[in-house]
């Protein structure tokens, strides 16, 4: 199978608009990617057809609602190589995932004098949460150092595992940077000490497959919004030991095997960290997003993606006053950078005048951005469907706004 970016860019209906009287020109995929008409269609099919409550009535309409909302389940379970089905958590996106596993394993388990490590270049959502979890138990939340490229470097990170560390959790790829880190080996380290591990890879699935069987990680987390797929609903997987042992954050309906007002007794997994009506519309679009990625030549998207990067890239180091922000030996998907004498705001408002979206600001990771030295950058995002026609236009668009700075 080959890979046509313009077939491809047809299938995204919202592509094909002007914005501010020019084509538009997407490169805000970090924050949220476009969908496709098999996303769009099968959502509309499903309120059209079989909206239902799951798991809970005695009528067609809710055994077809429930078996399609577990059947989206399955298609994860083999999008991310996970071992079962029930440890597939559905929630609203990586945000409630790191939240989860934060407060229900967290609270749970860290005591005074454990340790809890995070990247610097982390997303709040994989800070903030530990942080909170932390204050409650006394453990302490400690950065893992980023060098000036955005790299992290293995032998400090060794430095400071320890039989303190008991979690470890960090991004599969920065959205602020666009830093890919070296996941298999902090695994494996962390491992080593005993630490249980968590990857947030809300800005890693889009571009290439996982195996999280393969990578061995404890916890899985991604959005499914940054998948091609709708948003309030995302995925955490968990190894099924684990999760067994977690007492679930959240209560309500579908969680709970019996309920007395003396004792509450838990469903089994998946459903005892499912309280509530779930997305059932939400995960009907995921499952189409991912039998669309399924039907495409993934390693042929995930060259035709490097090709842009690397256009992009090239193209941003021969553009006088830009200064990348992050130069990490590994990236994906993301460029970031600063131009000398302006404010990234600014910057976005004009390029958005001329039809190209970016995401301009810290990136909700304002660590990293002190890090870097910077309040905030410039970001321009990458997905299969943008081609270097794009590049070329976000630098064409660079290159006319000069004169306002
Ligand atoms: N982790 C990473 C690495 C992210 O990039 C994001 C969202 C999240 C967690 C949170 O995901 P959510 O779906 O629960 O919100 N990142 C961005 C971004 O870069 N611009 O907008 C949202």
Redesign the pocket.
């Known amino acids: 199978m080959s890979f046509d970016v313009s077939t491809i860019k047809a299938d995204f209906p919202i592509l094909a608009q002007q914005v501010n009287g020019q084509p538009l020109v997407y490169l805000?995929n970090?924050?949220?990617t476009q969908k496709p008409n098999a996303v769009i269609d099968a959502i509309t099919h499903y309120y059209r057809n079989d909206n239902s409550n799951v798991h809970r009535g005695a009528h067609t309409l809710s055994d077809r609602a429930t078996s399609v909302f577990e059947q989206a389940r399955k298609d994860v379970k083999g999008f991310l190589n996970a071992n079962s089905s029930d440890e597939i958590i559905w929630t609203?996106?990586?945000?409630?995932?790191?939240n989860l596993v934060a407060f229900s394993w967290g609270l749970q388990n860290l005591r005074m004098g454990d340790q809890v490590l995070v990247s610097h270049m982390?997303?709040?959502?994989?800070i903030v949460p530990w942080q909170m979890v932390c204050e409650k138990t006394g453990a302490e939340l400690v950065p893992m150092p980023v060098n000036d490229d955005g790299d992290i470097d293995l032998d400090q990170l060794n430095g400071l595992l320890s039989e303190n560390v008991k979690f470890v959790s960090v991004?599969?790829?920065?959205?602020?940077l666009g830093t890919v880190n070296p996941v298999q080996d902090i695994i494996n380290l962390a491992h080593k000490v005993g630490a249980l591990v968590m990857i947030?890879?809300?800005?890693a699935v889009a571009h290439w497959d996982i195996d999280v069987q393969r990578l061995d990680c404890d916890f899985y987390?991604f959005?499914g919004?940054?998948l091609y797929g709708p948003?309030g609903i995302?995925v955490l997987y968990g190894k099924a030991d684990l999760l067994n042992l977690m007492t679930p954050f959240m209560g309500g309906g579908e969680m709970i095997e019996t309920v007395t007002f003396e004792k509450t007794t838990f469903n089994t997994l998946p459903y005892k960290f499912e309280p509530g009506t779930p997305n059932i519309a939400g995960a009907v679009g995921l499952s189409a997003a991912i039998n669309y990625l399924n039907s495409l030549d993934r390693e042929a998207v995930a060259s035709h993606e490097e090709d842009v990067m690397d256009y992009a890239l090239a193209k941003a180091k021969q553009t006088k006053g830009l200064r990348i922000v992050g130069n990490a030996k590994h990236r994906a998907g993301v460029l970031s950078f600063v131009i000398e004498g302006t404010h990234p705001h600014d910057v976005g408002t004009l390029l958005d005048q001329q039809g190209v979206a970016v995401?301009t600001g810290n990136?909700?990771?304002m660590p990293i951005m002190e890090r870097m030295g910077v309040p905030g950058t410039v970001?321009a995002?990458f997905a299969l469907y943008n081609s270097r026609e794009d590049v070329d236009a976000l630098f064409n668009a660079i290159e006319k706004i000069r004169m306002f700075f």
């Open positions: 805000d970090g924050a949220t609203k996106g990586t945000t409630e995932a790191v982390e997303h709040h959502a994989n991004a599969h790829v920065s959205n602020a947030d890879g809300a800005q987390a959005s919004h940054k948003t995302g995401r990136h909700c990771a970001r995002s």
